[in-house]
């Protein structure tokens, strides 16, 4: 039996969702506790330059899942500067598949070369607890209820297209995990929480969510309205 804190599902974003948005701060605001998988010891074998495996470390046991990102940053040849971030597309044991952020599997230059490469260092962080809780904020907002079901409960699976909600939740991380941050003094963190502020804001605004199949089952939920029923 586990002592872990419920969590809400289904969750609105994913941590590549929050990539796209954050890009190279995205290093800087997964907390290291967070850590699903490092190693140093990563390799892309010959004519494989998407599937990078690990002799010590078993991702799929560490629970790294698609649509995580994973962190290259040595050799330093391969990797220049901050490194790369790529895509979690799947998992299997010791070894990931990757891709360019919001791309097709092989589209784009490819993180090993034709001849393989090793000795490559890695990490993956995540910010799932943080798109936990802002889809349930998200979930408390518009009245959406994943415990009532029947065709016609405002649940996330009668949600008509959940992507309305992916760029709120995606702010509304970002929006707390630059708030936290900006104590330490990193750099132009103060100004993006204004930014943030003010485009979760305009986000929430917009919302409008549609319920059934073809999205015409019951009137749209906006923020608004759900505060009005109340």
């Not at 289904?10 to 929050?18: A, K, Q, S």
């Not at 892309?44 to 990102?69: E, H, I, K």
């Not at 309305?164 to 990193?186: D, K, P």
């Amino acid at each position: 039996m586990s002592n872990v804190p419920s969590q809400t599902t289904p969750v609105y974003c994913t941590d590549e969702d929050i990539l796209v948005h954050a890009g190279g701060d995205f290093t800087l605001l997964c907390p290291p506790w967070q850590q699903m998988a490092a190693g140093t010891d990563g390799a892309f074998g010959p004519g494989s330059p998407w599937v990078l495996t690990s002799v010590s470390v078993d991702f799929q046991a560490n629970g790294v899942s698609p649509n995580q990102v994973i962190w290259l940053t040595a050799p330093k040849s391969q990797f220049p500067g901050g490194g790369h971030l790529l895509a979690i597309d799947s998992v299997s044991g010791n070894s990931l598949t990757l891709r360019r952020p919001y791309k097709a599997l092989g589209v784009g230059q490819p993180p090993g070369v034709a001849s393989g490469l090793s000795s490559v260092t890695f990490a993956v962080n995540t910010l799932d607890p943080q798109i936990a809780e802002a889809s349930y904020d998200l979930k408390q907002r518009y009245a959406i209820d994943d415990l009532i079901g029947g065709d016609f409960a405002r649940s996330s699976s009668w949600i008509y297209d959940l992507q309305v909600l992916r760029v709120a939740t995606v702010y509304s991380v970002l929006l707390e995990r630059y708030t936290q941050e900006t104590r330490t003094g990193q750099g132009d963190f103060d100004r993006k929480v204004g930014r943030f502020h003010q485009k979760l804001e305009d986000a929430l605004s917009r919302v409008q969510i549609r319920w059934g199949p073809l999205g015409n089952s019951a009137a749209p939920a906006s923020l608004f309205s759900c505060k009005l029923s109340r």
